[in-house]
C-alpha cells in the first residue's frame, strides 16, 4: 500500500464495522453472565455530574423515554471512540507500518475500560473491587474481538489475503465478512436493547390506564422509575438483609426468616414519585406487606447516639431516614409482599423501604442493608440536588374527560384523584371557567389514611363552546393546593391540572 493512503480512512471504517461487533459481543456479556456494560458503569458518574436543574428540565421534558436517549447516547459515544481508534490504527498501519495495529487499537480500549470505567463504576482497577475476575476477561474478549475484526476488515488485509485481480469474487467475499460481523453486532445490539427502549419510551408502566382510575392499581401498571438501564434480578436464595452499625446486635435476615417475622402487617399506600409531573402518571396505589422498620431497628439495639438510618441497596441505590422519625411512624415498612404476592423482581424483590407521605425517592428497592449511624448519609438523588425531606404536595389530578375531547351538550362527569400523602384530602374542587369560580366534587372514601381519594363532580355546561377544566384540592390540615407552576426539580411539581374540552350540540 502507499505511503499516501488515506490511512485514517480505512481505519474509521474498519472501526466502526469492528466497534459494532464490539457492543454487540459486549450485549451479549451483560445478558449472559451479568457484566455491567458501558452504560451501566458510566451513567452513575455522569449522572452526579449533571447540574440539578438541567438534569430535572430533562426529567420534565423527556420522563422515560430520557433514560432511554441517555442509554442510546453513550453506546453512540462508545462507538465514536472505537471508530476513533480505528482510524489512529490506520493512520499508524500506513504511515509508521505498525504491525497488527487493530489489536493495538484493542488493547489500548480494554487498557481504559480496566484503568477509568471500571473504577467510575465502583468496580476498582481492573474490577477487583468486584470480587470476580469475570469482568475484566469479559472485556478482554470484548475488544479481542474488536482487535481481530479490525484486522480482517482493514482493507490492506483483504489485498494480501486475496488471491490477485483474477480472484474478484474471493476479495468480494473477504470484503463482505467484516461487514456481517458489524451487522451482527448491530442486531445483537438490536434484538438485546429495542424492546425495552420502546416499552420505556412509549408504553411506560401506568400508561394503559385512561379514563378514571380503580382504587387500586394493577400490579402490571404500577409505575416504575429506577435510576438503572437494566435492574437487578436478586434471587431470593443466598438473600440477606443486614442490620449493622451503631447497634449492640448485628442481624442477618434471610428471606424466609423476614417472612415469618411476628408483627408483619399490610397497609393500603399511595406512592408517588417526585419527578410526577402535574397531571402526571407516576402515581398508583397497592397494598404493601412487610415488618415496620422500627420494629426490626429494636431487634438490632441501637446504641447511644444513634441519630439516622442509612440504606443500601443491590443497585447502588442510597437513602437515608431520621431515627427518630422512623421510630415513631409504624407506618414504614420493609415491605415484601405488593397485593398479597412477593414483590416483582422489578419493583424491589426481595425487599424494599415504603415510607408512606413520602415521594418513592426515599424508598430504595432490592434493600440490602440498614446502617444504624449517628448522621443521615447523602441520598443518590440528594447528590443530585434533589430534597432530602421528598414529603409529598398537595396534588389533584383529572382523568374524565381527557384533554381535547368533544362532548355533547349534557350534564357531564368529571372524575379524577387527589393526593396529600397523610395529611388526607378534605375536599376538592372543579372549575368549569379556568379557575374563576369552583363547585364541589363528591368524594369517595380512601382505602387508607395513606391513599389517594377519587373523586367525581357534575358538570352542567350551559352553552357550546371550548372550556378549560380545572381542579384543586384542599388538605386533611386545611391548607389549599398551590395554584403556583413548578417543576419537579427539586421538591416535586405543582400547580393546577387542566385539560380543555369541546361541548357540541
Not at 509508521?96 to 476498582?124: D, E, I, K, N, S
Not at 386545611?478 to 403556583?484: A, D, E, I, K
Request: overall charge positive.
Amino acid at each position: 500500500m502507499s505511503g499516501r493512503a488515506p490511512g485514517w480512512r480505512w481505519g474509521a471504517g474498519a472501526g466502526l464495522v469492528s466497534g459494532l461487533a464490539a457492543l454487540g459481543v459486549m450485549e451479549l456479556a451483560g445478558a449472559v453472565a451479568g457484566v455491567r456494560t458501558l452504560p451501566q458503569l458510566l451513567q452513575g458518574p455522569i449522572l452526579a455530574g449533571v447540574p440539578g436543574p438541567i438534569f430535572g428540565f430533562l426529567i420534565d421534558n423527556l420522563q422515560h423515554a430520557g433514560k432511554v436517549l441517555e442509554e442510546i447516547g453513550l453506546l453512540a459515544a462508545m462507538l465514536l471512540v472505537l471508530v476513533a481508534l480505528g482510524a489512529i490504527a490506520g493512520q499508524l498501519t500506513v504511515h509508521r507500518q505498525l504491525g497488527h495495529a487493530g489489536l493495538w487499537a484493542g488493547a489500548v480500549a480494554w487498557l481504559a475500560v480496566c484503568l477509568v470505567a471500571l473504577p467510575l463504576g465502583r468496580q476498582g482497577l481492573f474490577g477487583l473491587a468486584s470480587g470476580s475476575p469475570l469482568s475484566v476477561l469479559a472485556w478482554a474478549v470484548v475488544f479481542a474481538v474488536y482487535g481481530a475484526v479490525w484486522q480482517i476488515a482493514w482493507p490492506g488485509t483483504v489485498e494480501l489475503t486475496a488471491a490477485g485481480p483474477e480472484d474478484p469474487s474471493r476479495r468480494s467475499f473477504l470484503r463482505a465478512v467484516p461487514l456481517g460481523i458489524g451487522a451482527a453486532g448491530l442486531a445483537v445490539l438490536a434484538a438485546t436493547r429495542l424492546p425495552a427502549w420502546i416499552s420505556q419510551a412509549l408504553t411506560p408502566a401506568g400508561s394503559g390506564l385512561v379514563g378514571p382510575v380503580p382504587d387500586i392499581t394493577p400490579v402490571s401498571q404500577f409505575y416504575l422509575v429506577s435510576k438503572n438501564f437494566q435492574d437487578p434480578v436478586v434471587s431470593a436464595r443466598g438473600w440477606s438483609l443486614r442490620l449493622a452499625g451503631m447497634v449492640g446486635r448485628p442481624i442477618a435476615l434471610d428471606y424466609r426468616t423476614l417472612l415469618t417475622l411476628p408483627g408483619t402487617v399490610s397497609e393500603y399506600v399511595t406512592l408517588e414519585c417526585i419527578s410526577n409531573n402535574v397531571g402526571g402518571n407516576l402515581i398508583s396505589t397497592g397494598r404493601f406487606t412487610g415488618v415496620p422498620l422500627r420494629d426490626l431497628v429494636r431487634m438490632a439495639q441501637p446504641r447511644p447516639g444513634s441519630a439516622a438510618l442509612n440504606f443500601a441497596a443491590a443497585d447502588g441505590y442510597t437513602e437515608s431516614l431520621p431515627l427518630a422519625m422512623v421510630m415513631a411512624d409504624p407506618s414504614i415498612l420493609v415491605a415484601h409482599q405488593l397485593d398479597g404476592r412477593p414483590l416483582p423482581d422489578e419493583h424491589g424483590f426481595p425487599a424494599r423501604i415504603l415510607v408512606p407521605g413520602h415521594y418513592g425517592m426515599k424508598g430504595p428497592k432490592w434493600l440490602q442493608q440498614i446502617e444504624v449511624a449517628s448522621a443521615q448519609a447523602t441520598g443518590f438523588w440528594e447528590e443530585q440536588g434533589w430534597d432530602q425531606q421528598a414529603v409529598v404536595k398537595t396534588m389533584s389530578r383529572i382523568d374524565s374527560p381527557r384533554d381535547g375531547a368533544l362532548l355533547r351538550l349534557a350534564p357531564i362527569p368529571i372524575d379524577g384523584i387527589a393526593f396529600a400523602g397523610s395529611r388526607g384530602i378534605a375536599e376538592v374542587q372543579v372549575s368549569a371557567d379556568g379557575g374563576r369560580s369552583w363547585f364541589q366534587a363528591r368524594l369517595r372514601p380512601p382505602l387508607s389514611p395513606l391513599t389517594w381519594v377519587l373523586w367525581h363532580a357534575v358538570w352542567r355546561p350551559l352553552r357550546q363552546g371550548t372550556y378549560t377544566l380545572t381542579v384543586r384540592a384542599r388538605d386533611g390540615q386545611g391548607q389549599l393546593q398551590t395554584p403556583r407552576q413548578s417543576s419537579t426539580f427539586s421538591s416535586g411539581s405543582s400547580g393546577y391540572d387542566t385539560v380543555q374540552v369541546v361541548v357540541v350540540g
